[in-house]
């Protein structure tokens, strides 16, 4: 079972920055699509970041010039970092990426469990 394992999540003061990471869990045939998303406390899940296996991306309007997507494609890794950060970022935020585990499997869409980020004013 393939998992997406994220970590880097934390307690920052506003104007601060952190790096995300998230990485498949064991070796995985190809990974298309990856992305970031956030879900803070009574809203609903919302993009943050795409990127895909061309490097390719795609920002949310909130978070474009303080965010950047990367990937790192030999180790099935995925990276978001956040510099400039605001309260208003303060979410649980979700890894997500479509993968085909083995060669001849299917594609599937995984979640990572979530890591916590605040920003404190």
């Known amino acids: 079972q393939v998992q997406l394992v994220e970590s880097g999540g934390g307690l920052v003061q506003a104007g601060g920055s952190l790096r995300l990471s998230c990485a498949a869990s064991r070796s995985i045939f190809s990974i298309n699509l990856m992305g970031w998303y956030r879900q803070a406390p009574g809203k609903q899940r919302e993009l943050v970041a795409t990127i895909t296996s061309d490097g390719s991306t795609n920002y949310a309007d909130s978070v474009k010039g303080r965010f950047t997507i990367s990937r790192a494609n030999a180790n099935n890794t995925v990276y978001l970092q956040m510099n400039s950060l605001k309260p208003e970022d303060t979410a649980v935020y979700y890894c997500?990426?479509?993968?085909?585990?083995?060669?001849?499997?299917?594609?599937?869409?995984?979640w990572g469990q979530g890591t916590q980020v605040t920003v404190s004013s």
């Open positions: 997500n990426a479509d993968l085909k585990p083995r060669r001849f499997a299917a594609w599937y869409n995984y």
